[in-house]
């Protein structure tokens, strides 16, 4: 399978595409990468996706604190604009969608919008979790105990059965704390106490117990036949169904681990609890981008990331460099296509934020999340385009993109070149419209929910 390619497949293969001979005149095979990992790891990668120490986005930990979540776009958006256009926009995105279907727009009939609506239907969450699961000390037999590598090698299959695609674990100290949020988004304080052995929520707070050291961290996949439908409702679904799977995977995980002998505190609600791309970026589940969000080699950034703190010892996964990072500074698609020009178009990251909404910290590409989220209001979604014409987003079973993705990983010389050829074969379409045929749909043999759980996946 393509993904389990090794080094002097990849190499041969280079060649009969015409690719080997650009990189032969680099010199020795070793010029494309120095560093050829074939350790197991808690899941098999492909070569090109290397362990690091620190992610490839540089991190100013001094900088870092931890960031009330209120002050987010997506829960601040009124902070950052006038009374008057903010009630113009919030109204504007609750009528907008209807406008559209009256007009006969592309993507925005009755049945398009009544699928977004729905998507987003689904099981409760909460900090604590459901309590409907035997403890072991209520069954009469002592808890689970397995060595950290035993703890996440269980913890994967889990969740991996309970619906998410990727995991990733990380240890707490004195700078990851920071990523958990002061303050959640319903303004409860979010504690980390030394006094308390046991988690607890009350009227405004949510307190963890310092010994709750460990993050697990997961992707869950979004479809991307409906994302390359953004900015409509259809492509929006894909989003809310995301998040809707997750709050039932979050559950099942608090329900696990309860039923093992031990606790997860989770989201109360969405985004809460901590900055979970960066949770993700950390336990080696994608790189920082040009998006300023996560993406994945398996699946770019075609999923959303979720954490967990547990008191269950895991073994910690590291960071990657599978060259994402790098190919987002030539490349500039998505920022090309965005409508609102709210992501940067310089080659290089920078400290340099946006507004209140960026904490800062991360040498990044920092987006303006006041326009974006204005834009939303136009289309009547949440856009996600630049998602849809990220280059990393693409299908990976034809062979030909596991062999890009693998020259992407090990060099950069063919960066430009790639990020263009992948504009003119997978974006044609108009920088503000769907890429792919919005009627054509609801006539796909479409996979359960909406995506191929195969991709990313040689062994699957």
């Not at 393509?2 to 650009?22: T, V, Y």
Request: hydrophobic content about 35%; charged content about 25%.
């Amino acid at each position: 399978m393509p993904s389990s390619l090794n080094r002097r497949e990849f190499l041969k293969d280079m060649g009969l595409l015409g690719i080997g001979a650009g990189a032969a005149a680099l010199g020795p095979i070793e010029a494309l990468g120095e560093s050829w990992s074939d350790k197991a790891g808690i899941a098999e990668r492909p070569f090109w996706v290397h362990d690091v120490d620190k992610p490839t986005a540089e991190i100013d930990w001094e900088a870092i604190y931890r960031f009330d979540e209120r002050n987010t776009v997506r829960r601040g958006w009124s902070k950052y604009l006038d009374e008057e256009t903010f009630n113009k926009l919030n109204s504007q995105r609750n009528t907008i969608s209807y406008e559209f279907s009256k007009q006969g727009k592309p993507g925005y009939s009755i049945r398009d919008i009544a699928l977004y609506q729905a998507s987003g239907i689904g099981a409760t969450q909460s900090f604590i979790g459901p309590t409907n699961t035997t403890t072991p000390e209520e069954g009469g037999v002592p808890r689970w105990e397995g060595t950290p590598e035993e703890n996440s090698e269980m913890i994967r299959a889990a969740l991996r059965s309970f619906g998410a695609a990727t995991v990733g674990f990380l240890e707490l100290d004195e700078n990851t704390e920071k990523l958990i949020y002061s303050t959640d988004p319903d303004g409860k304080e979010i504690v980390i106490s030394e006094d308390q052995d046991v988690p607890e929520e009350t009227e405004t707070q949510r307190i963890i117990p310092k010994k709750a050291r460990w993050v697990i961290t997961w992707t869950i996949q979004m479809s991307q036949e409906g994302m390359t439908r953004c900015p409509t409702p259809l492509g929006a679904a894909t989003t809310s169904m995301a998040y809707a799977r997750n709050r039932a995977v979050q559950s099942r995980l608090q329900g696990f681990l309860r039923a093992i002998g031990y606790y997860g505190l989770g989201e109360a609600e969405t985004n809460a609890l901590g900055i979970a791309p960066a949770f993700g970026v950390l336990a080696g589940l994608g790189e920082m981008s040009r998006l300023n969000r996560m993406i994945s080699p398996e699946y770019g950034p075609m999923v959303r990331v979720f954490k967990m703190i547990t008191n269950l010892p895991v073994a910690p996964t590291t960071p990657i460099d599978a060259g994402i990072m790098n190919f987002c500074k030539s490349c500039k698609t998505c920022a090309t296509y965005c409508p609102s020009g709210s992501l940067s178009t310089a080659s290089e990251p920078s400290y340099e934020t946006q507004g209140g909404w960026n904490r800062g910290g991360v040498k990044t590409w920092y987006e303006n999340a006041l326009s974006c989220r204005n834009y939303w209001a136009e289309v009547g979604t949440n856009c996600g385009i630049c998602f849809a014409v990220c280059p990393f987003s693409v299908k990976d079973r034809a062979f030909i993109h596991q062999m890009v993705k693998g020259v992407v990983g090990t060099t950069t010389i063919f960066n430009s070149s790639l990020a263009d050829m992948s504009r003119r074969v997978y974006s044609p379409g108009k920088m503000d419209e769907p890429q792919k045929d919005t009627e054509e749909w609801w006539k796909l043999d479409y996979a359960e929910y909406g995506f191929d759980s195969t991709h990313g996946h040689a062994d699957a």
